[in-house]
T-cell receptor, first 113, second 113 residues
């Protein structure tokens, strides 16, 4: 499958500020997107997902925005906390899952006190 | 309910040996997929099983194989280990791979020496 990429390898934010992590994808056939959080030594943890027929989805302190016109996905984290420090991956799936999840390279979110 | 369980969590093998990793999916989930995570290549799809059948396969050599049992538990095997096989191997489960939330286990850390 085509790759899914993130714009920044590292993002540093102040505790309490909002964080925005971006992701660009190239496969126009992608129909399902997931954001994962991975802490050191652990497996990816599901955060939020969105289907291609939606533009926005909100969860607890997180919002995912999907812009299909420019093939862009973003994850917004409100009031960032120290526990939000992790690597964040966007992933997409298309074609019924024939290629499984295609992951971006990840953004390391660092929270400054 | 219990999450995705992977065993063993850590293991060290010698080049040329083979290894078997085990995964128990979330109860009720019939789709189990496997991923390899390395610093250089990121997260890459290995294969996916559904109802004991390999349904999708990533771009890995035939040394990587797997199977799924009637209770949805899955195993993956790597034969003739190479140094480059050192990685975190992640198992993920879902009700079905396409369009449904996919949950990951904590992974099995394999070191080949």
């Amino acid at each position: 499958g085509e790759s899914v990429g993130l714009h920044l390898p590292t993002l540093s934010v102040q505790e309490g500020d909002n964080s925005i992590i971006n992701c660009a994808y190239s496969n126009s056939a992608s129909d399902y997107f997931i954001w994962y959080k991975q802490e050191s030594g652990k497996g990816p943890q599901f955060i939020i997902d969105i289907r291609s027929n939606m533009d926005k989805r909100q969860g607890q302190r997180v919002t995912v925005l999907l812009n299909k016109t420019v093939k862009h996905l973003s994850l917004q984290i409100a009031a960032t906390q120290p526990g939000d420090s992790a690597v964040y991956f966007c992933a997409e799936i298309s074609g019924g899952g024939a290629d499984g999840l295609t992951f971006g390279k990840g953004t390391h979110l660092i929270i400054q006190p | 309910k219990a999450g995705v369980t992977q065993t063993p969590r850590y293991l060290i093998k010698t080049r040329g040996q083979q290894v078997t990793l085990s995964c128990s999916p979330i109860s009720g989930h019939r789709s189990v997929s496997w991923y390899q995570q390395t610093p250089g290549q990121g997260l890459q799809f290995l294969f996916e099983y559904f109802s004991e059948t390999q349904r999708n396969k990533g771009n890995f050599p035939g040394r990587f194989s797997g199977r799924q049992f009637s209770n949805s538990r899955s195993e993956m095997n790597v034969s003739t280990l190479e140094l480059g096989d050192s990685a975190l191997y992640l198992c993920a489960s879902s009700t079905d791979i396409s369009g449904n939330t996919i949950y990951f286990g904590e992974g099995s850390w394999l070191t080949v020496v």
